[in-house]
C-alpha cells in the first residue's frame, strides 16, 4: 500500500528481548477507571482494548496495581495484587492477541499519590500542601513492596502477557525514590543516584530472577520534572539506565512529568528523552509525548527512537492508524488536548472520557447501526451539537439537512479556538465541517429557520442545536456603544479601546482577558463569585489564573456591579466600597442562557423534536457532542 510505503520504517518488526512485534507502534498505556472497584477486568475495558490494538505492534496496559489497598491510586483502576484476578487479566491478553498485537502490562504502586489515608513514599513529604503525609518506609517494607512487585509479575506471565513494564514515573512510588526532590532519606535507599535508584533497580533484578532472564521487563521513566525545579536530570537518567540495563532490562519508554500543562504538547517535543537514552544504551526505546504517524517514522529514521507510542490519538479514534497509514487523514477525529480524558480519569477518578469522541469507553454500547427506517432529518444550528448529530444520524442512513444561519458551520467552536493556546480546536472545526460533506450530510448555509421554514420542510425529525444566547447583565447604561460581547471582541467584530473591564470570570472572561492582554490591553476581570474559573478543569484552570496574574490583569472578585457611564464602571466591591474601574471597552462574559426562541414557536408541529447541546443547557462541547451523538445515534 502506498502510505504504509510513507511510514516504512514503523511498519517495520522489531524485537522488546525476546518478545517480536509486528510493527513498532505502541499503543501508550492510560489510566481509564474502567475496571471494577475491585480491580478486576470489565468487559468495558475488553472492548476498549480490542477497538484499539488492531493496527499496533504492542498495546501497553495502564498502570495495574500490584498491593491493594496501599499502593492504590485510583478508584476503578486495574489491580494484580490478588491470584483470583489472573482470570480476568487472561480474557484481557486474549482480546489483545486476538487483535493481534502484543501486550504488555504496567506494575505500578502508587505511593505518596495512592487514596487513602496510609499512604507511603520514600519521605514524609506530602505531594500538594493540603496533601496527606506519607509514612516513609522502612527498609524491611521496602523489601516486602518488591516481592509483591515479583508475584505480580508471575500473575502476568501466568495470564500471559509478553512483558511487564515497571512503572518509574507520574510521581508514584519508583519515581518518588528516584527523584531528589521527593528522597531525602539517609539510608541505601536515598541519599546519592545509586542510592535512590536502588529500589527500582531491585524490583528488575527480583522480577528477572524470578520469572526468568527471557521473559521480558521494561520500563516507563519520566526524566526531568517540567515546571518544577530538581527532579530527576537526563544525565541521571541516562546512568539509571545504563544501571538498569545492567540488571537485564529490556526496553525503555521515556516519557516527561509534569502536571499535564507544563509538559510541551506537540508532536516531536519529547524526542530529545528517547534520544539522550538511544545515546547510553543499545535497548529499544520508545518515545511518547504527541507522536503522530509522521513525526514518529521520522524519529526512527534519524535514531532518535527505536517505536513510537500513540496515546490520546487513540482514544479521540481507535482507527487513527489504520486512517493514518492508508492516508484518510481527514478522517481521523482529532485528539485536541482540551485534558477532559485527564481530568474525568485522573482527576476526578471517575471513568475516562473523551472529548471528541463520546464512544470512548463505550464502544458496544455505542456501535452505529444502520436506521431501520430512513428518515428526513433536519438539523438546525451549525455548532458542534449540530454537525455531530447531523454527522451520526447520516452515517446510520438518514437523509439529513443541516441548517446554518451564520455563512460557515463552527458557531462556538470557531470562538473557542481563538484564545491563546486553544489553535487545537480548529482542527475538530475542519474534521466535523469535513464529515459533514463526506457523509452526504445536506448543507444550508446563511439560512434562519422559522416555524414556516420547519412546515415547508416538513421533517419526520427535527433536531434542535440553536446554542446559546448571552446574558446580559443588569448594569446600568449597560447598552452603551462601548459595550461589547466577548465573543465578538474575540472573533474581531468589535475594536476595544486599551483599558478594558471585562465583566464575568469564568472561561470566557478569563480566556478573553488573556487574549487582550497578549494585545498590550489593560485588563481587570470583575466578578459576582469569590473565585474565578469555577466551572474549568481545575489544572488548566490553575495555569490559566497563574498566566492572567503574571500579565498583569487585575481581578476583582465578590462584587456586585453597578453602573457603565463616562468610560468609567462603578461597583460595588464585597467589603461594600464603591469602586470605579476605567474601561474603554465592557466586554460581556457574564455567562448565557439555552437559546430556545425556535422550539417556542414550533408547538402543534407533529415531527419528531429533540434539542441537544447548549440549546437544552450550556455546558462544554464535550456534553454538547456526547448528547448530539446519543440522538443521532438513536433516531
Ligand atoms: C488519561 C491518561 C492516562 C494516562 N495514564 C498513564 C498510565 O497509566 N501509565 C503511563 O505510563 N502513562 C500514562 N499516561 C501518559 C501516556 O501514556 C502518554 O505518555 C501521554 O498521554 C503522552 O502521549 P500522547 O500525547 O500520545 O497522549 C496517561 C495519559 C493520559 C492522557
Ligand atoms: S480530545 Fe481531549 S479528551 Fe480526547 S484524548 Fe484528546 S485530550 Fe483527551
Not at 456 to 477: M, Y
Request: one cysteine or more; hydrophobic letters at 40%; proline letters at 4%.
Amino acid at each position: 500500500m502506498k502510505q504504509r510505503q510513507q511510514f516504512k520504517r514503523l511498519f517495520e518488526p522489531v524485537r522488546i528481548g525476546q518478545m517480536e512485534l509486528k510493527n513498532r507502534i505502541v499503543m501508550l498505556p492510560m489510566e481509564n477507571n474502567y475496571a471494577t472497584e475491585d480491580g478486576s477486568v470489565t468487559e468495558r475495558l475488553k472492548n476498549y482494548y480490542r477497538e484499539r490494538a488492531r493496527e499496533v505492534g504492542l498495546v501497553g496496559i495502564q498502570i495495574t496495581c500490584i498491593d491493594s489497598p496501599v499502593g492504590k491510586g485510583y478508584v476503578y483502576q486495574l489491580c494484580i495484587h490478588d491470584d483470583a484476578l489472573i482470570p480476568g487479566l487472561s480474557e484481557l491478553v486474549q482480546t489483545i492477541h486476538d487483535s493481534g498485537a502484543k501486550v504488555y502490562i504496567q506494575l505500578h504502586h502508587a505511593g505518596a499519590n495512592a487514596r487513602g489515608q496510609d499512604i507511603v513514599a520514600a519521605s514524609p513529604l506530602p505531594l500538594l500542601p493540603s496533601s496527606v503525609i506519607p509514612k516513609e518506609l522502612t527498609v524491611s517494607e521496602i523489601k516486602d513492596i518488591i516481592l509483591r512487585y515479583v508475584t505480580a509479575a508471575e500473575r502476568a506471565k501466568k495470564a500471559g502477557f509478553d512483558a511487564v513494564e515497571v512503572v518509574a514515573s507520574g510521581n508514584y512510588l519508583v519515581w518518588n525514590f528516584l527523584s531528589p526532590t521527593w528522597n531525602k532519606r539517609r539510608d541505601e535507599y536515598g541519599g546519592d543516584l545509586r542510592g535512590r535508584a536502588r529500589l527500582f533497580i531491585e524490583i528488575i533484578h527480583a522480577i528477572k530472577a524470578k520469572v526468568g532472564e527471557s521473559y521480558p521487563v521494561t520500563c516507563r521513566l519520566a526524566i526531568g520534572e517540567y515546571g518544577v525545579e530538581g527532579g530527576l536530570t537526563v544525565k541521571e537518567a541516562q546512568q539509571v539506565v545504563q544501571m538498569a540495563r545492567d540488571a537485564s532490562l529490556d526496553g525503555v519508554t521515556t516519557t516527561a512529568i509534569g502536571d499535564g500543562s507544563t509538559v510541551p504538547d506537540y508532536p516531536g517535543a519529547l524526542l530529545s528523552l528517547s534520544t539522550a537514552i538511544k545515546q547510553v544504551v543499545t535497548l529499544p526505546v520508545t518515545t511518547a509525548g504527541r507522536m503522530d504517524l509522521e513525526v514518529g517514522e521520522r524519529a526512527l529514521e534519524e535514531g532518535k527512537a527505536d517505536l513510537v507510542g500513540i496515546g490520546r490519538r487513540l482514544l479521540a479514534d481507535p482507527g487513527y492508524v489504520a486512517k493514518a497509514a492508508s492516508g484518510r487523514f481527514d478522517e481521523i477525529t482529532p485528539c485536541i488536548a482540551c485534558m477532559v480524558c485527564i481530568e474525568t480519569s485522573l482527576l476526578r477518578n471517575v471513568p475516562l472520557r473523551c472529548a471528541v469522541n463520546p464512544a470512548c469507553g463505550l464502544e458496544n454500547e455505542y456501535k452505529l447501526i444502520p436506521a431501520d427506517k430512513p428518515k428526513r432529518v433536519m438539523v438546525v444550528g451549525g455548532g458542534p451539537a449540530g454537525m455531530e448529530a447531523a454527522i451520526v444520524a447520516a452515517q446510520r442512513g438518514h437523509q439529513v439537512t443541516l441548517y446554518e444561519k451564520e455563512p460557515r458551520l463552527g458557531r462556538q467552536l470557531i470562538v473557542a479556538a481563538i484564545p491563546p493556546n486553544k489553535d487545537k480546536i480548529e482542527s475538530l472545526t475542519t474534521h466535523l465541517t469535513t464529515q459533514v460533506r463526506k457523509v452526504g450530510v445536506k448543507v444550508e448555509l446563511g439560512k434562519e429557520v422559522s416555524r414556516a421554514t420547519v412546515e415547508a420542510a416538513k421533517p419526520d425529525t427535527l433536531v434542535l442545536a440553536t446554542g446559546i444566547e448571552n446574558i446580559i447583565p443588569d448594569i446600568l447604561n449597560i447598552d452603551e456603544a462601548n459595550v461589547a460581547f466577548a465573543e465578538d471582541v474575540l472573533t474581531g467584530r468589535v475594536e476595544v479601546g486599551i483599558e478594558v473591564a471585562i465583566i464575568g470570570g469564568n472561561l470566557v472572561g478569563c480566556e478573553t482577558a488573556e487574549f487582550l492582554v497578549n494585545r498590550g490591553m489593560k485588563v481587570t476581570i470583575v466578578e459576582i463569585l469569590d473565585r474565578l474559573a469555577t466551572k474549568m478543569n481545575p489544572l488548566l484552570a490553575m495555569r490559566l489564573l497563574d498566566r492572567l496574574t503574571k500579565r498583569g490583569v487585575i481581578i476583582v472578585t465578590g462584587v456586585k456591579h453597578e453602573e457603565y457611564k463616562d468610560n468609567t464602571l462603578v461597583i460595588t466591591t464585597k467589603e461594600g466600597a464603591e469602586k470605579t474601574i476605567r474601561a474603554d471597552t465592557v466586554i460581556l462574559a457574564a455567562g448565557s442562557r439555552p437559546n430556545t426562541k425556535l422550539l417556542q414557536t414550533l408547538e402543534g408541529l407533529t415531527s419528531e423534536i429533540h434539542s441537544v447541546g447548549d440549546c437544552v443547557e450550556p455546558r462544554n462541547f464535550t456534553e454538547a457532542i456526547a448528547e448530539a451523538f446519543n440522538i443521532g445515534r438513536t433516531i
